[in-house]
Structure formats: C-alpha cells, structure tokens
C-alpha cells in the first residue's frame, strides 16, 4: 500500500490517507484537537531543533508525526521509554530501509538528500539477526584490538600539533581549528591512512549526513578514499583497523570493508566533533562546568558525560521501519513506516529528568549513543578523543576566555544534528611545543591541575626545577601515560601496587608536591614568588617525605 502525497503548505485542499498516517493532513489533525506533522528541516528545525521537539511532544506525546526533506512523512519518537523500545526490539523495527514503502512509492527517491543515510549498504546498521551479528562482530572485535593507550598518545600529540598552529596569535576559534581537526587525524591514523587526512575529507565528513545538495558527491568522495585503502590492506596488510577488518574470520568482501569504514568513520568523526565543540562551549560558558571544574569537583570525563544529556553530538539517528502494523505511544504504526530515533529529546524527556536543570553526574541512562543492539561499539574511543583533546588544550592554554557573548553564537542544524559553527577564544599567547618526534610512551604520574579561568600561582613545572624522579604513584585507571584525562581538580592518589602501607606522617598542608612528569609538555607562564624562607632543595625534601609516606616507612 502507498502513501498519498502530503498536502503542501499553502495548498487548498489535503489528501485523505490512511487513518494514523504521519502525513495526515492539517484538518483531519485539527479534528483531533492536534496540530499536523511538523517539518524537520527548514528555518524552525534548523533555528531551535528542541523547542521544536517540545512543541511537538506538547502536541502529540511520545510519538509524534514529522515530515523529512521533501515532506516525506515519518514518525519522530520523542519519549525515552519509547525510544528505547524501538532501539531493544528489532523484532518489531528494523534497522533494514529496504522496508520503506517511500522508496517502494517513489516519494523517497534515490536522489534524495538523506540518500547517503538511508540508502541500503552491506552495512551491520541495516541488518538484524545473524547478519547483523556478522557483521558488528567484525568492526567490534576490531575495535576491541585498538591499543587504547597508543590511541591516547596520538590524541595528545595531534591536539598539541593543531595547538600549536594558533597559540602564538593568541585567539583562535576553537571549532574550525581544534574540534572539526583532531577527531579526523586521530580516526585517519586509527583506520590506518593518516597520509589521507586533509580539509576536504573533513568538509566532506561533515556535508555527507547533512541533507545538502553535496551530501553525495561528498559520499562518494569519502568512499573512493576508502575503497583505496582497503586495495591496499588487501595487498599489504598492517597493524591498523583497516586490515583487521579485511582478515577478519568473517571474510567480509571488500564492499563490506569499505562501507564498515566509512561508517566507524563518519560516526566517530561527527559526534565526536560535535561533543568537543559542545564541552568546550559548556566549560566556557556554563556556571556550573565553570565553578566545578576550576573548584575540583567534577572531573573533566564528568563534564563530557553531562554534556552527552545536555547537547548529544547527535539529536537524532534515521531510522528503524516497522515490521509490521503496531502501537507506539498511542499511535498506529503501520508496516513500512519510518521511525528516527529521537536521542536529544529523550534525553529531555520530563519522565526521566523532571528538572532539566539537574545535574546528571553518574547517570549514563542518557541515550546519545541509542541503544539495544546497534548502540555505537565505539563510543569509548569518542570519548577518549574528546576529553583527552579537551584536556591537552585546557592545560596549554588555561586561560580561555569566550571572545564573544554566549548570545552571539551561531549554530547549524541538520536532521541529525545541531553543529555549534565557531567558538572564538581569547587567550595569553604562547610560544609552539616540540611536537615532531614520536609519542612518548614513558609512563608518568598524574598532570598539574589546569583551571578554566586562570593557572594556580606555583602549579606549573619550570624545567630543572622539579624533584628528582623516584618512586610515585601508578598512572589512573585505564588512562593512556601522562595524560590527564581522567585527573579530577583535586588530585588524588593512584592506586597502589604491593602490600598497603600504614598510617604515616604525611606532608603538612601547602607542602604536598605536584609529580612532575619530565617528558610533559611544559607551559610558557610565570611562576608566582617563591613563599620566604624556601630554599632551592625544598620541593626535593618534600617529594622525598612523599615518597617514604607511600612505602610506608
């Protein structure tokens, strides 16, 4: 069965579909007490994509009907329960678009704007049951064999390399020079083409889920990169994410190669762009963030987790079909129906955050990777990337400050998601960091802390200064060496290894020494005066007090 067409705005008559249809008609809505499907995109969508959700969940609860480029009708699912019965049940709506009947009908045609979204690929996102299983088994066991240490490093090292390409101007704008740059060259490495990374790989990642008249030029652009290097890793295999994929078990063909990269690719790239660019503003900007990371009690992975109920990286993901005629939140879905999975307002959703206020911390409940069984495998590495990043620029670069008022930001909305387009910054200029040799792979205990207003007096490492290596406490949990992505703004020991030691004399308040990691990056600041009466060997004397507090004796 086809869908009629939707009446077009301004039209005097309105096609008479099926009942429950999402592109029933104005008038037949308005006997209902409701108004008609809303478009999600143009002005409205792209202005205010939340208020627009609110408006929507005001009007139709749970589930509510939308139109997508073109005003073809689909379901948008607005309740977080309800979404996340769509992503757990894919018995009931599945993640394969052949099922579409738009495309059966034609109103979705294969040049659509959203055809490089929607378009069935040999892909573990459009299959279920064994499949799928195949498939994902694949790209998550690749994932599981990244050395996430080494992931770290290169997160570090890249951050510094683009770091250093504005620090000497002293503002720079912190989306087109930091967060649109560093997930590509840390994915391109991962992949295994580092040699690949260039601006238009970036603008085209960016363009291809947008819905715009590029969307598939930019599409095929990204996947004759990759089909490129899959022929490669197919002659010459390597240590990288591209040759466990072409010698997995699974024997998936290079097509299947192919799409499974571009898709780790571009999801990586956009939500973890997206979420950098986001935590940076909220560090700027928000109170909260401001006060509690400065103040030491939020950690900087803290912060990215609220950000991930606050401003997902992704506000929705298209699609799921129904297998076959149902009810979601009290509305008939019938068989072929579109469904987008609708990841910010579920995060909004006054059932699970009745104060949107709130604070969230220790709550992952939130949905910006969906759920079920094609939740994203990486979402580790997003993370990863985005709070290590984040950490290495905050500590070279203490002192940012917002260039413009927070009203003054420009933002970008697709289907999808909702791209905040500059974040200029004023900081104290500074001279570049030897960034050319290879990661240093030294282990080394917790960073300085760093504050978003301003450095502490006397917390930053001068060279020849520090204390002499010795014994110290092990690097954080899970933590990559030396970076601190994890250090919350009271530093706190690492776990200890051997028997544990008893009560000692501890250093007296004021006298606890910073470890001092020689290989760390080292930041051009003045230090605050040296209290009276301290002398040259003091921070040796107190290091070693720490030392034998640590063993015990």
């Known amino acids: 069965m086809t869908i009629p067409s939707s009446p077009q705005p301004g039209s005097g008559g309105h096609a008479a579909p099926p009942p429950g249809c999402p592109a029933h008609g104005r008038a037949a809505s308005q006997e209902r007490g409701t108004s008609g499907p809303r478009r999600l995109y143009g002005p409205e969508a792209e202005n205010d994509p939340m208020g627009l959700y609110e408006k929507l969940r005001a009007e139709h609860g749970a589930v ?12 948008l699912v607005l309740g977080h329960g309800e979404n996340l019965h769509v992503t757990r049940t894919p018995s009931q709506f599945s ?9 059966h009908d034609g109103t979705a045609p294969p040049d659509h704007p959203l055809a490089p979204v929607f378009t ?38 890249y951050s510094n390399r683009l770091i250093n390409e504005f620090c000497r101007d002293g503002r720079a704008d912190l989306v087109g020079r ?39 030029e930019s599409n095929e652009y990204v996947m004759t990169v990759l089909r490129g290097l899959v022929a490669r890793r197919r002659a010459a295999p390597e ?37 950098i660019a986001n935590v940076l503003r909220m560090v700027l900007t928000d109170p909260r963030f401001r006060a509690r990371l400065s103040g030491g009690h939020m950690t900087l992975p803290e912060a990215v987790e609220q950000t991930l109920w606050d401003e997902p990286p992704f506000t929705t993901i298209f699609g799921r079909w129904a297998v076959g005629d149902t009810e979601l939140g009290g509305k008939r879905i019938r068989a072929g129906d579109a469904l987008i ?3 910010a307002a579920a995060n909004a959703d006054p059932v699970v955050r009745p104060d949107p206020g709130a604070s969230m911390r220790g709550n992952r409940a939130h949905l910006a990777f ?11 590495i997003g993370r990863a990337i985005a709070d290590t990043g984040i950490d290495a620029l905050l500590l070279r670069l203490p002192d940012l400050q917002l260039a ?25 200029p500074r001279p570049p960091q030897d960034v050319t040799g290879p990661p240093n792979a030294t282990p080394a205990a917790r960073r300085p802390q760093w504050q978003v207003d301003s450095p502490r007096p006397g917390s930053i490492p001068v060279p020849g200064q520090g204390p002499r290596p010795g014994p110290r406490p092990g690097p954080a949990p899970g933590l990559g060496p030396g970076l601190g992505t994890g250090a919350a703004l009271t530093p706190e020991p690492g776990p200890r290894s051997g028997p544990q030691p008893g009560p000692g004399p501890k250093p007296g308040p004021g006298a606890e020494p910073q470890p001092v990691d020689p290989s760390a990056p080292v930041l051009a600041e003045p230090l605050a005066p040296a209290p009276a009466g301290r002398t040259e060997s003091a921070p040796r004397r107190a290091w070693r007090a720490l030392s034998r507090w640590w063993q015990g004796n």
């Open 95 to 103: 993640r394969d678009s052949r099922r579409w009947r738009a495309l």
């Open 404 to 428: 413009v008022e927070e009203r003054e930001l420009r933002y970008k909305a697709a289907l999808m998601s909702r791209q905040l387009l500059e974040l200029p910054v004023t900081f104290a």
């Open 178 to 216: 930091f967060a649109e740059h560093l997930p590509m060259m840390v994915m391109a490495q991962i992949l295994g083409m580092p040699e690949e990374y260039n601006e238009r790989l970036v603008q085209a990642a960016r363009d291809m889920i947008k819905g715009t008249e590029t969307a598939n």
């Open 64 to 75: 509510a009907p939308v139109l997508l480029h073109g005003d073809v009708p689909a379901w």
């Open 239 to 275: 240590e990288d994410f591209a040759s466990r994929l072409t010698g997995h078990p699974a024997g998936l063909t290079d097509d299947e190669v192919a799409q499974h990269l571009r898709l780790v690719l571009i999801a990586a790239y956009e939500t973890t762009a997206n979420l």
């Open 120 to 157: 069935w690929q040999p892909l573990c996102v459009f299959a279920d049951g064994a499949e799928h299983e195949r498939l994902r088994g694949a790209v998550t066991d690749a994932i599981a064999r990244i050395d996430h240490r080494g992931v770290r490093r290169h997160i570090n090292r």
């Open 370 to 380: 969906s759920g079920g069984p094609h939740e994203c495998p990486g979402q580790d």
């Open 341 to 343: 999975v609708g990841i």
